[in-house]
């Protein structure tokens, strides 16, 4: 479905990725963790070919990623970020449908989509004339979800979803979202730099460290034998808060 060969990408310092490898099986969750700088976001941005890498190649779809293919491939990945990246001066309606009016999709086809997405979604049908700025966090990266899944993509890049969520609403859009990919059985590849997060959602995770992958594999396996001791610390680090809370309340 998605695969990284060897794959540099520098900003003139330090490079950012420096030689990934990996693969993204399909209609699996696959989860980027690591350290805030890891690479992470760099590595989403590649797939979703709004930056080029320096070195090496992405396959996307049984072919390389490369600038004159890019718009059809384009068109079958959903792409979202933390804060939703919605346009301020379209409605969610506009927001939503904006590619598919672009592709000439009329009326009768956009609009039982949008219905059909508010539902899966559960974002109120008045909500649809509304504008970005009067909408909560919560609402406003509800749309951005259906604004990625509206041309039905093969592949959906989440950058931090939920990073942005107060604790409560985050964790009711983690159930609804992983109820979501189950049923749509789409390959997901997501960022987030909570374990916790991670080990919720993901059939795989991917720990990066300074633009390298340090362990792939799945969760259990992950924090039950971790090859490095990065990772058992990377784990440790983010089991101490909860081990705070259950001290407080035990
Ligand atoms: P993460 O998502 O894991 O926090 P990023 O992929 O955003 O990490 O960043 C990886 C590294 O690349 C960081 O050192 C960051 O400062 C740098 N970087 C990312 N984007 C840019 C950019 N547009 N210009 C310069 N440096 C960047």
């Known amino acids: 479905m998605l695969r990284f060969e060897g794959v540099w990408k520098g900003y003139g310092g330090a490079p950012a990725l420096a030689g990934v490898d990996l693969e993204v099986p399909e209609a699996r969750t696959t989860v980027l963790i690591g350290p805030s700088g890891c690479g992470k976001s760099t590595l989403l941005r590649l797939a979703a070919g ?59 086809r956009r609009e039982p989509r949008l219905a059909e997405l508010a539902e899966m979604v559960q974002l109120p049908a008045d909500l649809l004339a509304r504008y970005p700025i009067e909408l909560s966090g919560g609402q406003r990266q509800r749309v951005a979800l259906m604004r990625a899944l509206m041309l039905d993509p093969d592949l959906l890049l989440l950058d931090e979803p939920l990073g942005a969520l107060d604790p409560m609403i985050r964790f009711e859009l983690q159930r609804e979202l992983k ?48 090859t490095e001791p990065f990772v058992a610390r990377f784990v440790e680090a983010q089991r101490e808060p909860q081990r705070v809370l259950l001290g407080a309340v035990g």
Request: aromatic share 8%.
């Open 179 to 226: 109820a979501i990919f189950a049923r749509l059985g789409k390959t997901v590849l997501l960022v987030t730099h909570d374990l916790a997060e991670a080990v919720f959602f993901g059939h795989r995770l991917v720990l990066l460290r300074a633009g390298q992958v340090v362990q792939q594999a799945a969760p259990s396996v992950l924090l039950a034998r971790p």
């Open 50 to 108: 709004l930056i080029r890498p320096d070195r090496g190649r992405i396959w996307f779809e049984g072919e390389p990623l490369r600038p004159d293919r890019l718009r059809p491939a384009r068109l079958r990945m959903g792409y979202m970020i933390q804060d939703g990246g919605l346009f301020p001066h379209l409605t969610v309606r506009d927001n939503v449908t904006l590619m598919a009016r672009e592709l000439g999709w009329p009326r009768d």
